[in-house]
């Protein structure tokens, strides 16, 4: 059973602390990037998974930064592992096509995880392929030719033909 989904302030706060300071980054003091980076694996171990469609897109939302040290892995298998298929298929269609533009590795990294999660993927990828199919037409070519390029060499060369068939 799904539960509200997160306040405003914890979106506010997750989106914030999601933005992981970069090693280059003498703009923010050596502390305060490790208060943010132990924050926002705090916020995201505080998820149940049954808050729902906006909080899986806040997850989503969260990946900001190049270099996560660790941080996002654990925030895409809290998606993929706790949050129901269809929930996460949602999540997956409304945010990726900006992790696309603009972390196109983070992007291939979440559709693996779909392929790839132990027990779940046939459940995940069935669902991502039904959402995908509603898609706008413009939308889902986008989707479709970034899959096909991950297919050739990139997070899907293992798993040809398996998302968007």
Request: proline share 3%; with cysteine.
């Amino acid at each position: 059973m799904l539960t509200a989904d997160i306040s405003n302030d914890f979106e506010a706060e997750l989106i914030a602390c999601g933005r992981i300071v970069q090693d280059d980054d003498d703009s923010v003091p050596i502390e305060e990037a490790e208060r943010r980076f132990n924050r926002y694996v705090e916020l995201i171990d505080t998820l149940s998974g049954t808050e729902g469609a906006n909080t899986a897109c806040v997850l989503l939302r969260s990946i900001q930064s190049v270099h996560d040290y660790g941080a996002y892995q654990r925030t895409v298998n809290k998606l993929i592992f706790d949050f129901p298929s269809s929930v996460v298929a949602e999540a997956v269609i409304a945010e990726v096509p900006r992790l696309i533009r603009e972390l196109p590795d983070w992007a291939g990294e979440v559709l693996n995880m779909l392929v790839q999660a132990q027990g779940r993927s046939d459940a995940l990828v069935s669902a991502f392929n039904r959402e995908l199919s509603n898609l706008a037409s413009e939308g889902r070519e986008a989707f479709v030719h970034f899959i096909r390029d991950q297919e050739r060499e990139g997070w899907l060369d293992h798993k040809s033909g398996v998302l968007a068939p």
